[in-house]
């Protein structure tokens, strides 16, 4: 269930296919690659999160298909007994009627279901797509990189360019926050700039 929902999760929150560019790109621009979704499932906690997804997924499938086998043994009832022609058709009608409302809930049970999966993967894996997203900040500010694209935007790059494997690595180690920016770096975007220093009190005569 996760790996349907997690490309859709880290399209919508980079909303491209650059995922960090820290300048213009230039014949000497520092470039990356990167497989986000990959990132997400491989680290401990994305392989924890998919477990978790895949035992709730479980149970509601054993209750969805018990439900399923029990409306078809019905249906194959109802059908012997209208064939044989033994069973009053009001009855029958009143049966097949209890049938169609029960297969009807069970269409609305199905899709309920399907909801549910896939807020509860938002929920689970939304925390982990904003930590690698802080990560790759981080490398991006020690390493100098200039811009970091998603895997799935560039149909050619050399191996040595990806940093899928380093980004699981790190963020298995705990290295999920953004660095601090260098001395005398630029403010990242859309960062407040600093408040000016107040002027000292006069000295006391």
């Known amino acids: 269930p996760a790996a349907r929902l997690l490309p859709l999760l880290a399209a919508a929150a980079l909303g491209g296919a650059a995922l960090l560019s820290s300048a213009p790109a230039s014949a000497q621009s520092k470039i990356a690659v990167v497989d986000v979704r990959r990132a997400m499932l491989e680290t401990e906690e994305g392989l924890r999160v998919q477990a978790t997804l895949k ?3 479980d149970s509601r499938q054993v209750e969805l298909d018990t439900k399923q086998r ?3 043994d019905e249906r194959d009832k109802l059908d012997k007994e209208a064939q044989a022609g033994k069973t009053p058709k009001d009855a029958l009608q009143r049966r097949f009627e209890t ?3 029960q297969a009807a809930e069970l269409q609305a049970t199905m899709v309920d279901y399907q909801r549910e999966m896939q807020r509860k993967e938002s929920e689970l894996t939304t925390p982990i797509l904003q930590k ?3 990560l ?3 490398l991006a500010a020690q390493e100098g990189y200039d811009l970091i694209l998603d895997k799935s935007a560039a149909p050619y790059y050399r191996a040595d360019l990806e940093l ?3 980004a ?3 963020y298995n180690s705990g290295q999920v926050g953004d660095a601090a920016p260098a001395k005398g770096a630029p403010p990242a975007k859309g ?3 600093a408040a000016p220093a107040k002027p000292a009190a006069p000295a006391k005569k």
């Open 55 to 57: 035992k709730l997924f």
């Open 70 to 72: 029990a409306l078809a």
């Open 99 to 101: 049938w169609q409302r």
């Open 132 to 134: 690698v997203l802080g």
């Open 136 to 138: 790759l900040r981080r």
């Open 164 to 166: 899928t494997d380093r």
């Open 168 to 170: 699981i690595q790190m």
């Open 191 to 193: 960062a407040a700039p």
